[in-house]
Nanobody, 116 residues
Framework: QVQLVESGGGSVQAGGSLRLSCAAS????????MGWFRQAPGKERESVAY?????FYADSVKGRFTISRDNAKDTTYLEMTSLKPEDTAVYYC????????????WGQGTQVTVSS
C-alpha cells in the first residue's frame, strides 16, 4: 500500500506563489507516476499536472505551475506561481500504481485560496 500526505496549502494574494508537497510512504516502488488534481466549490475535480518524462499540465496552469519529484525523499511537489483567484480549490495528490489502471491512493487534500 501507498500512503500520501499533502502539505503547503494556504492563502495568498493574486500573483503570489505557493509550493505544495506530497510525501509518499509505504510501497513507493510501485508508483508509476504522481499527479495533482484540484476541486473548487461546486465544480468537478480536475487534473492539474502529472509527473513523467513529459509532464502533463492542464491548459489553465501551463507556464505557471511546475510538477517535480524528489525520488530520494519520495516527495512530489507542485510549484505554483502567478496564482489567480480561479486557482482557489482543494488540491489533492494521487499516485498511479503499476498495474492498477486508475489513480489512487489519494492524499487528504490541502486548501489553496487566492484572493484578488
Amino acid at each position: 500500500q501507498v500512503q500520501l500526505v499533502e502539505s503547503g496549502g494556504g492563502s495568498v494574494q493574486a500573483g503570489g506563489s505557493l509550493r505544495l508537497s506530497c510525501a509518499a510512504s509505504g510501497r513507493t516502488f510501485t508508483i508509476y507516476r504522481m499527479g495533482w488534481f484540484r476541486q473548487a466549490p461546486g465544480k468537478e475535480r480536475e487534473s492539474v499536472a502529472y509527473s513523467g518524462e513529459i509532464p502533463f499540465y492542464a491548459d489553465s496552469v501551463k507556464g505557471r505551475f511546475t510538477i517535480s519529484r524528489d525520488n530520494a525523499k519520495d516527495t512530489t511537489y507542485l510549484e505554483m506561481t502567478s496564482l489567480k483567484p480561479e486557482d482557489t480549490a482543494v488540491y489533492y495528490c494521487a499516485a498511479f500504481v503499476y498495474g492498477s489502471g486508475s489513480w489512487g491512493p489519494w492524499g487528504q487534500g490541502t486548501q489553496v485560496t487566492v484572493s484578488s
